[in-house]
């Protein structure tokens, strides 16, 4: 009896051990399943975040546009831009230029469309250009002494920005035409047309403003104008931000450098274009008769 018992018992701790390796190996296999979800929930989570980050900045690069090449990208870069801001003033988009690569010329379209850096020139109607704007004793709009070709300020006598350039000087004239301008040298100059800025006259540049006919003078629209200085700087410059007369020259006096300054507004509105890579500057894009560009030539 107590040898059967004892196979018995024997037999039920085989059967007991079994149960128990069998319960343990169950665990095991259990406990490896729940790490392999893990592992694979894991990597899922991995590749699901890594995708709609991509989805992300796929959206982003579709969605913001790329900046599109201009006719005038890649062109020797003869110019220095600033920018110039002064608390109360309107900001001020500049582009300083060695008056030997300034080129006045014709294209008759917004700046936009034509191949060189630079800014709007004189006033126009149609394509009449009103303001005088000459190279070397030649209008940029036609032949000397025809009306409409930039021999002439149109029916009035306005400030004239002058470059001697065999005297190597900058200074305004009031003239009606190309013919009454002052130089060393008819061959070697430069001369556009606007209206007098009389930066160094407070108290009268207003009245001559208004001899001149400045147009628009007391209206907020876009503004243009050319300032020099006594280091020979030329300052073509937009202000894009719709502003009086008065604000506009209160800026230049503010945010233009150097000493000896002076120069002309030159026609505003929707003209005040700039071709620049720095600042594109289109107005209300309109065609504009003349421009006073950087010359590309080496």
């Not at 590749?47 to 982003?60: H, Q, R, Y």
């Not at 007369?245 to 002076?262: C, D, K, Y």
Request: with cysteine.
């Amino acid at each position: 009896m107590f040898k059967d018992k004892k196979g018995k018992s024997e037999k039920v701790s085989e059967e007991a051990s079994t149960v128990v390796e069998a319960f343990s190996g169950s665990e095991t296999v259990r406990r490896a399943g729940k790490s392999s979800r893990r592992k694979a929930h894991k990597r899922w989570v991995i590749g699901a975040a890594a995708l709609l980050a991509c989805s992300i900045a796929l959206a982003a690069w579709l969605l913001v546009p790329s900046k599109l090449a201009e006719v005038f990208d890649g062109l020797p870069h003869r110019y220095t831009y600033a920018e110039a801001e002064t608390a109360g003033l309107p900001k001020l988009y500049m582009m300083a230029v060695a008056p030997e690569d300034v080129e006045l010329r014709a294209d008759k379209l917004p700046l936009r469309q034509i191949p060189a850096y630079g800014i709007n020139g004189g006033f126009f109607y149609e394509d009449t250009l009103l303001s005088i704007a000459v190279m070397d004793d030649t209008p940029v709009n036609g032949k000397r002494g025809d009306y409409g070709s930039g021999w002439f300020n149109a029916k009035y006598a306005r400030g004239t920005l002058v470059w001697d350039g065999a005297e190597k000087k900058f200074s305004v004239q009031v003239v009606s035409s190309a013919d009454e301008l002052r130089m060393s040298d008819r061959g070697n100059y430069f001369a556009q047309g606007g209206v007098s800025l009389n930066l160094a006259d407070d108290a009268g540049w207003e009245k001559q403003s208004v001899r001149e006919h400045l147009p628009f003078a007391e209206d907020r629209r876009m503004r243009s104008g050319l300032v020099y200085n006594d280091a020979g700087q030329l300052w073509l410059i937009v202000a894009p931000e719709p502003i009086t007369a008065a604000e506009f020259r209160s800026a230049l006096l503010a945010g233009v450098p150097g000493e000896g300054r002076e120069g002309i507004f030159l026609d505003g509105d929707g003209s005040s274009q700039m071709n620049a890579d720095e600042a594109l500057l289109t107005g209300d894009g309109r065609m504009v008769v003349q421009m006073i560009g950087v010359s590309a030539e080496k």
